[in-house]
T-cell receptor, first 115, second 111 residues
Framework: SAVISQKPSRDICQRGTSLTIQCQVD?????MFWYRQQPGQSLTLIAT?????????ESGFVIDKFPISRPNLTFSTLTVSNMSPEDSSIYLC????????????FGEGSWLTVV | KQEVTQIPAALSVPEGENLVLNCSFT??????LQWFRQDPGKGLTSLLL?????REQTSGRLNASLDKSSGRSTLYIAASQPGDSATYLC??????????FGKGTRLHILP
């Protein structure tokens, strides 16, 4: 298994500002992912955080809005830039340890409210 | 394009009952299927992972089945308890390494 810590757990942000979410894993993992879960919706993949190279973004998500860093195999950050109320969501970090048949694990999430 | 559907969207049952949550997917070419639990405002907790070669997995009071040919999975919860109240999410892992989630079933166990 993997223990994933996300910070902050919650925040209220002003429109137009940016916030960086941190994800720390207790073991080295190859694959790290960032998801968004808007109110009442399921999870949507934002991007795959690649160690040592640029993240791979899904359709509808761009680097300028959601810059991602992955400096090593245990840590990643997601920045939500120039926030608007539509960005109010839970943002979740997840990892694939490659063990246990590719079970994926999630952090507790970061609940952002943009006012 | 893979689509994952969970039925029902919400379910309330008295404590002690056995229940079944359903998940269907449109493309049967999957690697894995995983069931998660999500408590309000929280992240996801993995419950059971079924690999494509498997038909079911069990953990305690939970049993998940997979029928790839029909594109269906079920999560069976035996002897339900109030602590089982949560949203249950089904996710399929496509062969293009994309993980697609259903919208979940909100389960409420009545004491």
């Amino acid at each position: 298994s993997a223990v994933i810590s996300q910070k902050p757990s919650r925040d209220i942000c002003q429109r137009g500002t940016s916030l960086t979410i941190q994800c720390q894993v207790d073991s080295q993992v190859t694959m790290m992912f960032w998801y968004r879960q808007q109110p009442g919706q399921s999870l949507t993949l934002i991007a795959t955080a690649n160690q040592g190279s640029e993240a791979t973004y899904e359709s509808g998500f761009v680097i300028d809005k959601f810059p991602i860093s992955r400096p090593n195999l245990t840590f990643s950050t997601l920045t939500v830039s120039n926030m608007s109320p539509e960005d109010s969501s839970i943002y979740l970090c997840s990892v694939d340890t490659g063990n246990s048949g590719n079970t994926i694990y999630f952090g507790e999430g970061s609940w952002l409210t943009v006012v | 394009k893979q689509e994952v559907t969970q039925i029902p969207a919400a379910l309330s049952v008295p404590e002690g009952e056995n229940l079944v949550l359903n998940c269907s997917f449109t493309d049967s070419a999957i690697y894995n299927l995983q069931w998660f639990r999500q408590d309000p405002g929280k992240g996801l907790t993995s419950l059971l992972l079924i690999q494509s070669s498997q038909r079911e997995q069990t953990s305690g009071r939970l049993n998940a089945s997979l029928d790839k040919s029909s594109g269906r999975s079920t999560l069976y919860i035996a002897a339900s308890q109030p602590g089982d109240s949560a949203t249950y999410l089904c996710a399929v892992w496509n062969r293009d390494d994309k993980i697609i989630f259903g919208k979940g079933t909100r389960l409420h166990i009545l004491p």
